[in-house]
């Protein structure tokens, strides 16, 4: 029994994935215990801000680093960062930016709603979306010729939420911006390699402290020091709403070192035979077909894909399928970014044990219905 049961809420299972919606993921004892001790204390927190810095940089190969209350904050404040440079008239004004440099290009196949509007972060930061191309292809042309005197960054967004088809890559991406002397700035909220984007070129990379890591609620911001420094200002002026606590910064360091020990081919290898181990079973029960599927932003996560078999009777819509996994207790919660095609796929990364069991029972049950 969790503490949410004891409350009052039904069990959850979490099929779908590290997702805010269900609290993104869970803690370890290490962390717990780390985010506890900072909460025990008093620390100087502008000294921690910086010095926890120091540390993140150390596990991404960046200059310097800002922790934050989540990768949303990251971004919002890495945006405010680039509008103001840190000017102290600038950051107190914010969110209004009327008169200064303040255009954010982003590729059209970026600018996705990922639990909230991509642009909405970059407004909350002063800034103003330029979405360049189509949904469905973006050339380097399109971003060359939005590029004016009020651009400050171009924002490549890495995510499964993207269009993965048809986008101008990193790479390219990257080198336009540097050729204008523009930073070139990275949504890698969740991400696995903390250490890629940065080597890659990137000049800031806005992360998840609590999707691939499993950290405290929190995210961070790592890249160029005079940026990132311009960052940590922001916390006087619109950055005072989205404050990140000493707790969730201990839990967050203590989440790096933790990180850092993890066999993660391991981890891989389990998410791939809890995926095929779902196929297998879920594909036998009358009326349903499965498959194992990757991450569509190519990262080593596996899931199982579900719909209706097409050569039975079924009586009922995968909709209703996956309204009757919501309904009772334990709710079953999957991922339904493709429901509109009759598709539910089964993260088994945050499942527990027993967990893919009682997801293959209640799938039995709703069939048979």
């Not at 995510?159 to 080198?175: A, F, L, N, P, Y």
């Amino acid at each position: 029994m969790s503490v949410y049961t004891e409350i009052g809420l039904p069990r959850v299972i979490n099929a779908s994935g590290r997702m805010t919606k269900l609290g993104v993921s869970t803690i370890s004892d290490r962390v717990a215990r780390a985010a506890v001790a900072g909460g025990q204390s008093y620390v100087v927190i502008d000294d921690l801000m910086k010095r926890a810095g120091e540390l993140i940089a150390e596990h991404t190969g960046a200059e310097d680093a800002c922790p934050t209350s989540c990768a949303s904050a990251a971004i919002a404040l890495s945006v405010a960062a680039l509008v103001t440079h840190g000017r102290w008239s600038d950051v107190v004004r914010l969110p209004d930016s009327t008169g200064l440099p303040n255009e954010i290009v982003i590729q059209k196949g970026h600018s996705v709603e990922y639990g909230a509007p991509m642009p909405t972060m970059i407004r909350l930061g002063g800034g103003v979306p330029v979405e360049v191309g189509c949904a469905n292809e973006v050339v380097p042309a399109d971003i060359e010729e939005a590029i004016t005197d009020k651009t400050v960054a171009l924002f490549y967004v890495k995510s499964h939420h993207c269009v993965q088809k048809g986008m101008v890559d990193i790479e390219t991406m990257r080198d336009i911006a540097h050729k204008h002397g523009l930073p070139f700035m990275m949504d890698c909220a969740a991400e696995e390699d903390f250490r890629k984007y940065i080597a890659l070129g990137a000049d800031l990379v806005c992360y998840s402290g609590a999707k691939a890591l499993e950290a405290t609620t929190s995210g961070f911001v790592c890249g160029r020091a005079d940026i990132i420094d311009a960052v940590r200002k922001q916390y006087h002026g619109i950055g005072r709403a989205m404050k990140v606590g000493k707790e969730q910064i201990m839990g967050l360091l203590e989440a790096l070192d933790q990180y850092d020990e993890r066999d993660h081919e391991a981890q891989a290898r389990h998410n791939l035979d809890t995926a095929t181990w779902l196929a297998d079973h879920i594909g036998a029960i009358g009326g349903l077909k499965a498959q194992v599927i990757q991450d569509e932003a190519g990262r080593a996560i596996w899931r199982c894909r579900v719909e209706l078999d097409a050569g039975a009777v079924v009586g009922r819509t995968m909709s209703e399928v996956n309204d009757a996994l919501l309904a009772g207790d334990p709710t079953v919660w999957t991922r339904t970014e493709f429901l509109n095609l009759g598709k539910i796929d089964f993260d088994p990364r945050p499942l527990v044990e027993g967990d893919k069991e009682l997801i293959v029972e209640k799938l039995q049950s709703i069939m048979e219905e």
